[in-house]
């Protein structure tokens, strides 16, 4: 039984027994000004339910373009992504947006904290897109607050709060909802080396916890090297992949 027991029945996806991610020859091309771009080239991956996922290279190698494809942020224009065994891509707008809200959570580098609503009414948000009971939701945003050690701040706006604690704001809310997979897109950029080690072990001990897939997007090899696996991107391309642990 988790902390967040009472998210919203999971559609019959959830039940897939592959990996949690499955990315074939995905190919993705942005024009630039007239310039095809070619962001993916041919891209596979596999990742099993429960990994702690790094995705590493260069700036502009394609890390973020592959993040917001394998979520459903962003399309592609050929190959196939499967998350929990079905092509988001081919679900209704409203659809997809009530899966991710129910089975992903997202933590960004800048946080993405509306600045209008307390830290408590910012990590409701997934709930409310789910249409979870407002007292449930507040109730379940709490707990979420607590498991990140800011109980204490749940009125506090985004403006009263440090980066860090901001960015465990941002982490409850990826939680609140018990997600399937969290998507992390260089989560510990805009942090200090110690507070940056804070929220990484944060998202470490909630992956032993509770279960959850992280793929995370960093430049920090010291990020890398404590997940489970290393995905090397160059170029549009997957180049390497190593196991530190």
Not at 101 to 125: D, I, K
Not at 171 to 189: F, K, S
């Amino acid at each position: 039984m988790t902390l967040l027991e009472a998210r919203p029945e999971a559609p019959p996806i959830g039940h897939h027994s592959g990996p949690i991610i499955q990315a074939t020859n995905v190919h993705k091309t942005y024009d630039a000004s007239g310039n095809a771009v070619h962001a993916l080239r041919g891209v596979s991956l596999d990742v099993p339910a429960g990994e702690m996922v790094a995705i590493m290279g260069p700036s502009g190698c394609g890390k973020t373009t592959l993040l917001n494809c394998l979520s459903g942020l962003d399309t592609v224009d050929s190959g196939q992504i499967l998350i929990e065994g079905t092509a988001i891509a081919t679900m209704p707008d409203k659809a997809k947006t009530t899966y991710r809200a129910r089975r992903m959570g997202f933590v960004f580098q800048t946080y993405n904290l509306l600045p209008v609503l307390s830290a408590a009414e910012n990590v409701e948000l997934p709930l409310v897109v789910s249409g979870v009971d407002s007292g449930e939701a507040r109730d379940r945003a709490l707990r979420a607050l607590a498991l990140v050690g800011l109980a204490d701040r749940a009125g506090h706006w985004p403006a009263q709060l440090s980066g860090g604690q901001r960015q465990r704001v941002t982490i409850a809310r990826a939680l609140v909802n018990d997600p399937a997979i969290v998507w992390a897109d260089e989560p510990t950029g805009n942090l200090d080396s110690q507070t940056a080690d804070e929220v990484m072990s944060l998202m470490e001990r909630l992956n032993r916890q509770h279960g959850q897939t992280f793929v995370i997007v960093t430049h920090d090899p010291g990020i890398g090297r404590r997940c489970h696996r290393i995905i090397r991107m160059r170029d549009g391309e997957i180049v390497d992949e190593e196991r530190p642990l």
